[in-house]
């Protein structure tokens, strides 16, 4: 063991330690940590999380610290020669007492957080949330309302395998909707949480609120957000091949343009959104131009039916070898726009058009090798609606 | 007090009359009863496990390198992330942890073999059957699992031809494990020398010790866990099932109770490496080695009622949340002991720094960070925020590469000479040691900032936002793996040859492994070695 | 074996582990095969079992072969009584997970579908009317109307059975460190019978189950625990009895001494263990 390499070891160290905290400030513009949010919870979430790493970071400085002047100092290549003591109880003694103290004291405010957060008294509004392979479906109680949210269209055309289409041009690629959630500002809203088939789980980090959603049961959770504006999240529970691809968007409106939005769709009324960048539709550079019945199939059917038609059996059926894209063409047309219930086929009406569904119906019925020779033309579509 | 040995070395003449060096040919490997052999096999075994699995989260790195799809299909992508999660865990970790127990252990407790040479060997041989299930898996219809590793229903069921293999898998590597850890206990209470008491045994023998019945305690339960799953499938039962009153959580606080102590299986013994290695190189002995000793069974005592902090978000009541806050927080500070006990042995020691004592002090720094990030997670209200996102990823690398991979790769730099009888090409091996420690800080420290921002874990493609951090985490990765490639040169170097080892390997070492020569005869102690 | 008397014994080489890898390979690979829908695995898988049994059957016959040989001294006895005592810990602790989820379904999953705690909402709008009551199969009465197996018929008798065969295992014990042959021989004996008896019995209670009962494997939560409990205790007898049976065969060849007859213990030790288990069954699933 020679002088120099000790040292070497020293410098690398604060190289390292120190590449660590310059990193940072050297991409100022990315987000770092974690963010403050929009309600009361989210925030108190936020400081106690600096709370626990500062005291980390403190304790860290000391441990390391010490570790560092042993390694500087303790070194045989200084001439150190080796002490023989090897325990004190005073020591170890102090050494379990302080951080049982840290511990405690970090506790206390971790629990009364908690407390606040299971605490669903007093809520002004309930939505339902069910979690689909791989979709949301909100529900407002005592409305009319309901309807499913699914991924962009721009970014569901982007992220295919190999699409060809830059995720930098996709607007909020993968964290944008068709149609997000619209809650009022000021109002502490109860969600139900449930999901239709696998676990999913409901984030909205702005909110700090995580729930899984799990089949068979309804957990519950609330906010209450103090600012207007259109927030982002995701699906956080692995639930198979579209897990990253299901995510949340919130709308927060003011009390008033809430009112006047859940009034005219409980009318049946399509809604332009406030303050949404939902209908992206145009911007995607994919979607200029006309989507074949194959390329429409692959968006939207071939996550679970694949692109080959094989499926993805026991879970989802292939169609290369299904009774129903080989037998008459009203059946297949109502399970592709009404899906069957209690399984992970939904219904696609709300989300196609007519010209869409009879394109991928088409499509299916001649694709991988079956060639009925069927087309379905939109109005069928229109007709069976 | 700490161990104090000195065993006759020239015991060796005494007994060599009986037989014979290693048996030859194929026979040796296959049939071996020999625990220096089988600890071979794991090891080996579970460096190409390392590398299998390695290559898969290569595949994910590669197509998480930038937004978009390039490479691979989502679903493959989940395969690849499931089984590299399940290859490292129960391929290369832990058998490499029985590995060195293997090698060492008798060696350490002045034993001439392990307890039960004709099942050691079963539980070696009982590995590549079930890697063998769990690899044949990719290639069958539906593709290998890709529910995760911790296999999570309803989502689990939607696995293909390749479910009842992985079902079939695990009890085989929980079989293994399980007779693994039997045959531990009994050489470790039945074994010893003569006046090697409990509190004499080496910090490694005392770490494997307790972690043999973390094993036994946990393995069997995770059997239970997925005979319940493959009930569920194809017998018609309802366990996890609320329509037939039965609830998916409930399998997750099965497989936690397993799983929680799976983590500290996987740390336990690589507390035990390094707190052999610290001393040697500090040339002071161990600080504090009973309060080791009282702080390694709390932890293990502990790990057996946190295992809800990996389910924070799904529901639990109020009570149940808070309870398994405070005691996972509690483990901080059996941890802690350890910790400041090992900077303890450095403080006012005599220090070199050679490759296994790099290993050590980068495994106490990261180690360290990964407990910190840990702690944080315990944290119930802000865990709400971390869970299932890239600073839980974060978390688990922090504790599990530069935790117990450095762990072994110091045991394996400190032990090495002493198997082979060949000194470690220091120079290649200190290359190694800090292309290791640097990539694996560029691999994983951004991990934690994705997560912050909000990037879930288990995703094939992600936000433009989390483009910069993927890529930095990308290139690490790839640099980490490549320096792997030196190690196994390093490794195959030192066993064809080299500088001879003394029998003492390091400046004055303690233990009963380094009275013996090196490279260690085939048959170490048919004769206890005398003690003082 | 030509090793001396105070000299741990470690074996040769030996094929038996590998062999029984191989036998577990075809076992449970053929057995995924066959659920997968192929017949031909449920053939190998058949195969590999009998490759199973001719590997148990070479195994322990080495091992008698040398115990008999006085190869082992008393450090090797100590080593497999341990091995034995913590090989049934592991057991224990794989039919802990199973009462686990029983107590878990029952105190906690049923009372949650009904609306229990912060569970209102669940039965409200996911399982409306369902009411939390034990036995049960679950909001969608999965396997639809059953009843009970009864306490007091078959399975209080299969308790005394299995109460009793501990005694006549624990007079057996006695007999043997007694020297007492005859009686030995007897007692083992009586406790085999007794075991296959319990099975017997066991077989005829789950045909009543499925035919007259309809309580089945599907019957909700309730079939679930019931029949996996009481299923893997019934596959833990079967092993034991025959376990027992081989030593009875042993104790017919005078095998065992006085002194020495770990083999005699660790099935007794078994046994006892089977027959804690199902006290405990015997209580949480059938009485209460
Ligand atoms: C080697 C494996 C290992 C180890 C040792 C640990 C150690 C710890 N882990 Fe980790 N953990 C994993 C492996 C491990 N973990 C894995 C694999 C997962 C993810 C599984 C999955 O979902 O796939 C996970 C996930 C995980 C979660 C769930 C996160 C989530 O999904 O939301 C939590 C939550 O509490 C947690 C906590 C802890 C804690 C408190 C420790 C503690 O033991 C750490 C204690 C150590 C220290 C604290 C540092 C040293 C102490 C001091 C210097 C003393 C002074 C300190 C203070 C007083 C603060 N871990
Ligand atoms: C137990 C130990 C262990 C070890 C050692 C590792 C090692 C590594 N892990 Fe892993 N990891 C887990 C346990 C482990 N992991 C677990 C339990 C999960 C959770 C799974 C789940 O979600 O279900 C996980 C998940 C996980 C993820 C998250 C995936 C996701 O959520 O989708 C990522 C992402 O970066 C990752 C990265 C890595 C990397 C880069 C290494 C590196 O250290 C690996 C380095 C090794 C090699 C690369 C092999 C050797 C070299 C070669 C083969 C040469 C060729 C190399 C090149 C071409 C570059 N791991
Ligand atoms: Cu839904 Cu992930
Ligand atoms: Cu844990």
Redesign the pocket.
Known sequence: MTNSSGFRLVGKITTLLGLMIIAPSAFADMVLNLRRGVTDISQTVYELHMLILWVCVVIAIVVFGVMIVSIVLHRRSRGAEAASFSHSTKAELIWTIIPVIILVWMAVPAAKTLVVMEDLRDSEMTIKITGYQWRWHYSYLGTEVDFFSTLARSSNIARQLRSGVDPFSVENYLLDVDKPLVVPVDTKIRLLITSSDVIHSWWMPSFAVKKDAIPGFINEVWFKANETGTFRGQCAE?CGRGHGFMPIVVDVLSQQDYAAWIDAKDRGETVAMVDSTADTTAEAPAAARELSGEELYNISCGACHQANGQGLPPAFPGLVDSAVVDGPVAEHIDIVMNGRVGTAMVGFSTQLSDAELAAIISYERNAWGLNSGDTVQASDIAAAR | MGPEYEATADQYQADDHDHHGAPSGIKRWLFSTNHKDIGTMYLVFSLLM??V???M??I??AE?FQPGLQFVDPAF?NQM??M??LV??FG??MPAFVGLANWMIPMMVGAPDMALPRMNNWSFWLLPVGFTFLVATLFMPGGAPAA???MYPPLVLQTGDAFPFLVFAVHILGASSIMGAINIIVTIMNMRAPKMTLLKMPLFVWTWFITAFLLLAAMPVFAGAVTMLLFDQYFGTHFFNAAGGGDPVMFQHIFWFFGHPEVYI?ILPAFGIVSEIIPTFARKPLFGYNSMVYATASIAVLSFIVWAHHMFTVGMPLAAELFFMFSTMLIAVPTGVKVFNWIATMWRGSMTFETPMLFSLAFVFLFTIGGFSGLMLAITPVDFQYHDTYFV?AH??YV??PG??FGIMAGVYYWLPKWTGHVVDEKLAKTHFWLSAIF?NI?FFP?HFLGLAGMP???PDYSTQFADFNMM?SLG??G???S??LFVYIVYRTVKGGEKASSEVWDNPKGLEWTVPSPAPHHTFETAPELR | MDHTHDKYYIPHGSHWPVVGSCALFMMLGGFAVYLNGAAIGGTVSLIGLALLVVMLAGWFGTVIAESMSDCYNSQVDKSFRMGMMWFIFSEVMFFAAFFGALFYARQLVIPWLGGEGTKFMTNLMLWPGFEALWPSNGPAHAGGEFETMAAAGLPAINTAILLSSSVTITIAHHALKNGNRLLLNLGVLVTVILGFSFIFLQATEYMHAYSELNLKLSTGIYGSTFFVLTGFHGLHVTIGAIFLTVIWFRVLRGHFTPQKHFAFEAAAWYWHFVDVVWLCLYFFVYWL
Do not use: E
């Open positions: 692995l | 390392f590398f699995g390695g290559t989260i290569m994910v790195r998480l992508f992330t499931t590299h999660g490292m865990v290369a970790i995760g590793w911790t996987m990823v688990f690398h599990l590469v117990s991979l694996v691999t991990q874990r288990r995703i985490s990765a790839f980490f793996g490549l792997q490639l």
